[in-house]
């Protein structure tokens, strides 16, 4: 069986998205998920801004070398640069709340995840595109969104039991970032399934005592990313 393909992983991490919202109505998605003061329409909203910059990027080919990969590229996001997080926290709640109703940003999702994946496709895998400042292989772009698209899954359906959690690839995909965050000397703890280890990685859910002592010295990274 040949590898999966990272645009196939990013299409199966927005699908994963579009079962939890699809089915939602209004009310739905008004109920919270794990980021401070975002309900799911509004967290929706912010993952669509990342499917519209994935179809910028992807049409803003860049020169290579690139200054960053689908690791590199997150050390940039600090977790404790709360006066950034906090203005775009309330921007994106803002910009969700002008919609006449919270479903209409699910029709705009539905259309433009499959556009993002569909121009995912087409990239060409050598080449290399800018965004957000930073010039990256187009599979590491795709990787980066994958990363954030799942993370951003696990926010969605904290107050929704019934939802689909992420698909095994995305997750992986996931999974391989918060691993090149981490280091190479670390290892997760052993008890950890792969969502927890991204719950805790990403400072969703706290470390434990029994966390601090498995990882030692490593426990003073987390959170690997905000």
């Avoid at 699809?22 to 919270?32: F, I, M, S, T, V």
């Avoid at 292989?137 to 954030?148: I, K």
């Amino acid at each position: 069986m040949s590898p999966i393909r990272p645009h196939e992983t990013l299409a199966q991490a927005y699908d994963g998205i579009t079962a939890v919202v699809a089915p939602l109505d209004d009310a739905g998605l008004q109920r919270p998920t794990r980021c401070r003061g975002w309900l799911v329409a509004d967290l929706l909203f912010h993952v669509l801004c990342d499917a519209q910059r994935a179809l910028v990027a992807l049409a803003s080919p860049a020169s290579g070398p690139a200054d960053v990969d689908d690791v590199s590229y997150w050390r940039a996001f600090t977790p404790d640069d709360d006066g950034a997080g906090a203005a775009h926290a309330w921007w994106a709640r803002r910009s969700a709340a002008a919609f006449d109703r919270p479903t209409g940003i699910v029709r705009i999702w539905t259309d433009t995840a499959p556009a993002a994946v569909r121009a995912a496709a087409t990239a060409d895998p050598d080449g290399y595109v800018s965004t957000q400042g930073h010039v990256l292989r187009v599979p590491d772009l795709l990787a980066t969104l994958t990363t954030e698209a799942v993370v951003h899954h696990l926010d969605l359906v904290v107050d929704l039991p019934d939802a689909p959690l992420p698909a095994a690839d995305p997750t992986r995909v996931a999974v391989t970032t918060m691993d090149g965050l981490l280091s190479d000397e670390a290892v997760r703890p052993a008890g950890w399934d792969d969502h927890e280890y991204l719950l805790k990685a990403t400072g969703r859910l706290p470390l434990t005592d029994r966390d601090r002592v498995e990882l030692g010295e490593a426990a003073g990274w987390f959170p690997l990313m905000g």
